[in-house]
């Protein structure tokens, strides 16, 4: 049978189709480290081969926020509601009736090869773009014509496809922009170091600190980020996204372009910030062990539509969402 690997998001040439696609990488594990179902993992991903997080010497997504997701699973509320979201730019149809919601505390993927719509989705999310037709309710509330300023005040946050960090600036300034929204203070205030102005800044500080000892980079907290290996300035990225103290954090593509290691580094905190802030984590990523491993759910697009959306065990199963990867039915 003819093994198609999950890792990259081109649609399979024509000639490669055929047979079952590898959910590569990491498979999903039961909390004994155990594959459901005793299926065998795909060797080809670009996490350590074969491995699964637990031999990484990291816990699985199943193991390590097993009670975290169980309970998103059973009792998290829906926070984020998508009602058939249509988006178009002139002729070209983006997203097209698309509705799924996100729970509270759950790590929800949107997965689906190049072009699919997931980054529009993303857009449509944090208030960048805004759909045609649609509703979109968070928390309750219906939102309308939302700019991505008010979505961060609303706690959304976000991390970039491409890494949208200050290269000259430090570590530390870097991830000190992420406060703007929390500032409270006017620019006076600030420019003349007066004291309400200067004690929110002490905070602002103290919860940065917090966010550089969590993410482990306090070695490079003064180094221009246009120094640093791309794996490293990913998790500024991120970094600065927590010291907004997000509830959901939105992630585009937070592996792209890494190694093995810092893959691996990136998979642990991902899962940390949704074990123990609780934050709710919706990420885009082509990496389908990564996938399949961390996320409670996963949505998949093709071509702007959703063509699947459940558990990783269902969606790999479904029919539509093999042929879209590898372009034949079964
Ligand atoms: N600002 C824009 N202007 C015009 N067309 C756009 C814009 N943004 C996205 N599109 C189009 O919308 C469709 C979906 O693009 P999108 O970037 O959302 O897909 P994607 O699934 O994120 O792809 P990739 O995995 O390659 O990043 C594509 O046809 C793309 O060309």
């Not at 065998?40 to 010497?57: H, N």
């Not at 203070?185 to 004291?195: E, K, M, S, V």
């Not at 990783?312 to 079964?330: F, M, Q, R």
């Amino acid at each position: 049978m003819t093994q198609v690997a999950w890792q990259g998001t081109d649609r399979v040439p024509a000639g490669q189709r055929g047979g079952q696609p590898e959910w590569s990488g990491m498979a999903r594990t039961d909390a004994s480290g155990a594959i459901p179902g005793g299926g065998a993992i795909a060797p080809s991903g670009p996490m350590a081969p074969g491995a699964p997080l637990a031999d990484m010497g990291l816990q699985t997504g199943a193991q390590q926020s097993q009670q975290t997701h169980e309970q998103a699973r059973t009792g998290g509320e829906v926070i984020l509601d998508l009602q058939h979201i249509s988006l178009s730019f002139g002729g070209v149809k983006a997203l097209t009736d698309i509705s799924f919601d996100v729970c509270e505390h759950e790590i929800r993927a949107i997965i689906g090869p190049n072009g699919a719509g997931k980054s529009s989705m993303l857009n449509v999310i944090n208030g960048v773009y805004h759909p045609q037709q649609g509703r979109i309710v968070f928390r309750g509330e219906e939102r309308r014509q939302m700019h991505p300023t008010a979505a961060a005040r609303q706690g959304i946050a976000r991390t970039f496809q491409n890494i949208a960090l200050f290269k000259g600036m430090t570590v530390l300034d870097n991830i000190m922009t992420g406060r703007n929204t929390q500032f409270r203070t006017g620019f006076l205030a600030h420019a003349l170091w007066w004291g309400p102005a200067r004690n929110e800044e002490m905070r602002h500080r103290q919860k940065v600190e917090e966010v550089i000892d969590f993410l482990e980079i306090q070695s490079i907290r003064k180094t221009p980020v246009g120094r640093l290996p791309y794996g490293l300035q990913k998790r500024v990225e991120l970094a600065r996204a927590l010291a907004a103290e997000p509830s959901m954090l939105l992630l585009d593509e937070p592996m792209a372009g890494m190694n093995v290691e810092e893959k691996q580094d990136m998979c642990r905190f991902i899962l940390d910030v949704n074990r123990q802030f609780g934050t709710t984590i919706v990420l885009i990523e082509h990496d389908m062990g990564v996938v399949m491993d961390i996320s409670d759910r996963v949505v998949v697009l093709d071509y702007g539509k959703k063509i699947g959306d459940g558990t990783p065990d269902e969606v790999k199963g479904n029919p539509d969402v093999i042929k879209a990867y590898l372009g034949t039915s079964h």
